[in-house]
């Protein structure tokens, strides 16, 4: 008799059948060990300028040699890692709560409102981005906040159609109807059910959302616009490193990679859990 | 169990087991019953007693993570022992199926005609012309009005009975030896159930198909079936022509069936 | 003859139509068109009809989930526009719906212990916690374990769910229970678990009880009185015994054929 068997395919069962996707959830959960236990974790103070010892090549006591001013670069990465994660997560949770607040509102409450709402989100949609993050660089100078802030104000217009268009397939099942004829109040409605229930979407969009606002936050800081030295970010350690780029590939290829590997890594986990919600 | 030539359809211990996320569930165990040439038999069950899954089972239209085993002997013929070819003719062509929802079941970028005539050509040898015919005649025999016209509409400009009667139209077209009904009028409205229960029983009586109807509905059975088989959570337990089932009801599942059917109260003509 | 709990006065509900990229309407669908009907203190209605009759939307109407076009709805005598605030959140007590799809009336994520505590969270005011035993009592009533509490609605049975939507129902201990459609989507040995649960539910607590369906052999297993609608209207109205003795109109008759499944009737 034919017996055919087949790898799990529902739910997070995948987690432990899928390699990659084990993987990559790895690497974010060692970034994040190293965000936090940076200060401990890194050999050298990530700000220790030594001139002497500049654009050493890897060796045994840097293990990612040295970058123009003599300060290891393996510790600017790891420092870099908070920076990274930071504006990654706080961009996102900014469009986020923006993105639900409006996309709650307009899909419950339908009519002029929806309409209203859903055109302002267009027309933030049509504006291209670099210009309104520039602009706003240029009015308030370039800060770590000022990245966040602009990253979120430029992202919260997708949050927002998705939960409108889930809060307007949710608002007709029957168990909002239910609440509703318990005599249950807007309120209620959409913060204990309506919201709750159009998360999915939004936390796989996030999820990715984090990886795409590392990668600006990297541009920007590489364009001199963003994080500034001292300080280091992926994306500044790379500008510093313009310099001696023919001669220094340690000042380019590690932060490079680490910002494919972050962000390559967000995308992984972010598909996988769509896939996970896909199939519950 | 002897090989019964006089049988159209003999099913021989089929078991029917899912295997996904690593554990073995049961969901038919060695369920054995049998469908003679011209007899309608009807499997009934609450949910969760198999009852459809064994109609899927019949032809292998389950999902890959289940395991079949048994024999299906359509003709004499094992078709779960067959090769994939040949398997694949028997569905759709010896063995036709219906199910509850037309909508999921035709193509709705096609019109009514041309999904005839391609059951036609696929599982008949008749060819064009011919098949158009054929196709007109079907819709004719399952009482669609006008048919020659209704060949040239889509499924969406059909009723729910209507859509119905094309699918059992588009079944028979195969000429089949054996015709699955799975809950054949569930979705339907009531007073649309009882026109295309009578156009089944009509072409039924006639033709002399061989019908298994799946249902959860006993007084269909006693409408439509010969014969009725009782599931109960993946086992067939009780068998044997209707009357003298439902009168004499000997296993828990069937009185319970019994019981649980909301009786009319009749008081007088109707009709 | 006692008064109505709640009726409907010569109510229409229209639906617009919309078409093209402007969506400029373009007519209207007459769902429910000057329907008058009422339901007494203790009684048990049955509301018969098939797809498109209306019947659903006059449910809806008349728990006050959709506003009539025209006429009133009246609670208690008093058209449904007048209720109004605190009021109207009282009133709601009295009139409940048991909803016909038990997967997609429960919350998902809620577990059944935290959709049950919402009626009494929401007129009594406090947490979850402190409405354990009435969630408790609930459970019991419409014989479910209490251990259910904890349980997602995932990992209960179709039935199982449907005891629970009754229950949520039934927690203000209203005068009036709408049912529309409760057996629909479960099988016929569950759904006349149901049946006879909702029947003992109504003579222990004297509630009175619309219960709608397309399947005019529930209906009268349960009730005493049969409207029937078809196409937004009604039909006729009679006691359950004179409408299948002695059904008056063309359409109720061609209910009680199809009821019983008689093949043999003249078709039309």
Same mark, same amino acid.
């Given at each position: 008799m034919t017996k055919i068997r087949v790898r799990p395919q529902s739910g997070f069962g995948r987690l432990g059948s899928d390699p990659v996707l084990a993987a990559a959830g790895l690497v974010l959960a060692g970034l994040a060990l190293l965000a936090v236990f940076a200060p401990w974790a890194a050999p050298y103070d990530p700000l220790d300028v030594n001139l002497a010892q500049a654009l050493l090549p890897p060796s045994g006591s840097h293990w990612l040699g040295t970058d123009p001013l003599g300060r290891d670069v393996l510790s600017r990465l790891m420092f870099g890692t908070r920076i990274s994660l930071l504006v990654g997560l706080i961009a996102v949770s900014v469009a986020v709560l923006i993105g639900t607040a409006v996309g709650a509102v307009a899909g419950f409450a339908g009519g002029r409102v929806d309409t209203v709402l859903m055109r302002a989100v267009d027309v933030m949609l049509a504006f291209p981005d670099i210009f309104l993050l520039l602009t706003v660089i240029a009015m308030l100078g370039p800060s770590i906040y000022v990245i966040m802030a602009v990253i979120g104000l430029t992202g919260w217009m997708g949050v927002a159609r998705l939960v409108r268009a889930e809060v307007l397939s949710l608002k007709e099942r029957e168990f909002v109807q239910a609440s509703r004829t318990l005599g249950a109040s807007t309120w209620r409605l959409l913060t204990r059910h309506l919201i709750p229930n159009a998360m999915g979407p939004v936390l796989v969009a996030a999820t990715l959302g984090v990886g795409g606002a590392i990668l600006t936050e990297s541009a920007l800081s590489f364009l001199g616009l963003g994080v500034q030295p001292p300080e280091p970010s992926w994306g500044n350690i790379l500008n510093e490193g313009r310099v001696a780029l023919g001669v220094a590939w340690w000042l380019i290829v590690p932060p490079g990679l680490a910002i494919l590997i972050t962000v390559l890594a967000f995308y992984i986990v972010g598909e996988g859990l769509r896939d996970a919600l896909r199939r519950r | 169990m002897r090989s019964d030539g006089a049988n159209l359809l003999a099913v021989d211990q089929l078991s029917v087991t899912y295997t996904g996320r690593g554990a073995r569930t049961p969901a038919v165990r060695n369920v054995s019953f049998t469908v003679g040439q011209g007899e309608v038999v009807a499997l009934v069950g609450g949910s969760g007693s198999g009852k459809s899954t064994v109609a899927l089972a019949l032809t292998r239209l389950l999902p890959p993570d289940a395991e079949v085993e048994g024999r299906v002997l359509l003709e004499g013929e094992d078709l779960l022992a067959a090769s994939e070819p040949a398997l694949r003719r028997a569905r759709g062509g010896r063995i036709a199926y219906v199910f509850q929802d037309p909508a999921t079941s035709l193509n709705p970028v096609l019109t009514v005609g041309e999904q005839l005539r391609e059951m036609i050509e696929q599982h008949t040898d008749q060819r064009g012309r011919a098949a158009r015919d054929a196709s007109v005649e079907w819709l004719g025999q399952v009482g669609i009005p006008e048919p020659e016209r209704r060949l040239g509409a889509y499924p969406h400009e059909f009723s729910g009975g209507m859509q119905q009667r094309v699918m059992i139209a588009m079944a028979l077209a195969a000429r089949p030896a054996l015709l699955v009904a799975d809950e054949p009028t569930t979705a339907l409205d009531v007073t649309v159930q009882v026109q295309v229960l009578r156009v089944l029983r009509e072409l039924q009586q006639r033709l002399g198909l061989s019908v298994l109807l799946i249902t959860h509905d006993l007084l269909i059975v006693e409408r439509l079936a010969h014969r009725v088989v009782v599931m109960d959570r993946g086992e067939a337990v009780e068998a044997g022509d209707v009357a003298t089932v439902f009168a004499q009801p000997r296993h828990p599942a069937t009185r319970l069936l019994l019981e649980s059917r909301p009786a009319l109260p009749l008081g007088g003509a109707h009709g | 003859m006692a008064e109505a709990i709640v009726s409907a006065e010569r109510v229409s509900k229209q639906y617009p139509l919309y078409s093209g990229l402007l969506r400029r309407r373009i007519g209207s669908v007459e769902a429910v068109q000057s329907v008058e009907l009422a339901v007494h203190e203790g009684e048990a209605v049955g509301l018969v009809g098939e797809s498109g009759s209306g019947k659903s939307t006059l449910a809806r109407l008349l728990v006050g989930l959709v506003p009539p076009s025209a006429g009133h709805i009246r609670w208690l005598g008093r058209p449904l526009s007048e209720w109004r605030g605190r009021e109207r959140l009282h009133a709601r007590r009295q009139v409940q719906m048991v909803f016909q799809d038990p997967s997609g009336s429960l919350d998902p994520r809620l577990t059944v212990g935290e959709t049950l505590a919402e009626p009494f969270e929401i007129?009594? +005011? +406090?947490?979850r916690a402190e409405h354990r035993l009435r969630v408790e009592r609930l459970l019991q009533a419409v014989e479910l374990p209490i251990e259910y509490a904890r349980r997602l609605p995932r990992e209960l049975s179709g039935g199982e769910r449907q005891r629970v939507g009754i229950a949520r129902a039934i927690a203000l201990e209203p005068r009036v229970l709408v049912c529309d459609e409760p057996i629909a989507s479960l099988d016929v040995i569950v759904g006349a678990a149901i049946l006879r649960l909702l029947g003992r539910l109504q003579a222990q607590r004297g509630m009175a009880l619309l219960f709608i369906s397309h399947d005019l052999r529930a209906v009268a297993t349960l009730c005493t009185r049969i409207v029937v609608m078809r196409a937004g209207e009604l039909v006729e109205e009679a006691s359950a015994g004179q409408l299948i003795a002695r059904p008056a109109h063309p359409y109720t008759r061609r209910l009680l054929c199809a009821a019983a499944l008689d093949l043999n009737a003249p078709d039309e």
């Open positions: - | - | 007129h009594l +005011g +406090g947490r």
